[in-house]
């Protein structure tokens, strides 16, 4: 099966911005969760924002709220904007699909290194 495929990954300095996009394989259905993780060095993979595809309704971590934004781009893209990175949202992003909003995501990208410079 085609995996998701994550994109827009870089460097940028301490303050600046990003926008993660992810590309689903055919039309993502209204009754999908999509949702982006990160795992930085060292550490667990972690939640950092959902959305439920058919009503738009956004989960995001405390870590990242208020700064990142999970959006609808079209009909089989989801992104992430990253605004006010911090040295610490250095990690690999991973995009998946799941059908609740914290947990049992089954289908995954192979992730976009973000790496934010001090």
């Known amino acids: 099966q085609v995996p998701l495929v994550e994109s827009g990954g870089g460097l940028v300095q301490a303050g600046g911005s990003l926008k993660l996009a992810c590309t689903h394989p055919?039309?993502?259905?209204?009754?999908?969760?999509m949702g982006w993780f990160r795992q930085a060095p060292g550490k667990e993979r972690e939640f950092v924002a959902s959305?439920?595809?058919?009503?738009?309704?956004t989960y995001y971590a405390d870590s990242v709220k208020g700064r990142f934004t999970i959006s609808k781009d079209n009909v089989n893209t989801v992104g992430l904007q990253m605004n006010g990175l911090q040295f610490e949202d250095t990690a690999v992003y991973y995009c998946?699909?799941?059908?609740?909003?914290?947990?049992?995501?089954?289908?995954w990208g192979r992730g976009t290194q973000v790496t934010v410079s001090s």
């Open positions: 998946a699909r799941g059908t609740s909003p914290y947990s049992d995501f089954r289908f």
């Open positions: 055919g039309r993502i259905l209204s009754s999908s969760v």
């Open positions: 959305i439920r595809w058919g009503v738009g309704r």
